[in-house]
């Protein structure tokens, strides 16, 4: 998909006159945005050029918490030798149990605090990238034993 298809299929529970009213922009100026056949950069492609030219990934985890959501890069995973999904397996395993370590710790008091919610958090961003690992090595096809 690219991202004039993601903002039109975006678009599609509202309609493009319902978002471009809410966005306080024409809905010409929306649907030019969308046309697959206009060879001009759309506000997507530009949030994607601010993110490439400032080498950073804090824009992206803002737009995702801002949905109630976490970013999780992938991981440049590339064909190896050394390279199994035992090992991402492995590794997932460990930081899920680092998960249940933290959530344990935390419990010692019977209470969860601010600071023990924020640990959680972490090691569980953790766990996630992991399993991502994981998952894209599989799919990558290192069956290798």
């Known amino acids: 998909m690219n991202t004039k298809e993601a903002m039109y299929k975006a678009c599609k529970k509202k309609g493009i006159q319902e978002v471009a009213r809410l966005m306080g922009i024409a809905p010409t100026t ?4 969308m046309n697959q056949n206009m060879n001009v950069p759309d506000i997507v492609d530009r949030f994607i050029e601010f993110c490439n030219a400032t080498e950073s990934a804090i ?11 976490y970013f999780i890069p992938n991981l440049d995973i590339r ?15 460990r930081k899920f149990s680092n ?43 290192y069956q290798k034993n």
Request: glycine letters at 2%; proline letters at 3%.
């Open 30 to 33: 929306l649907y030019n945005q």
């Open 59 to 69: 824009p992206m985890q803002y737009v995702c918490e801002f949905q109630n959501g």
């Open 79 to 93: 064909p190896s030798n050394s390279v199994t999904t035992q090992k991402y397996m492995a590794e997932a395993m």
């Open 99 to 141: 998960v249940l370590d933290e959530v344990s710790y935390s419990l010692e008091d019977n209470k969860i605090c601010k600071s023990d919610s924020e640990k959680i958090r972490h090691k569980w961003e953790e766990l996630k990238h992991s399993l991502e690992s994981f998952v894209l090595a599989c799919e990558f096809g």
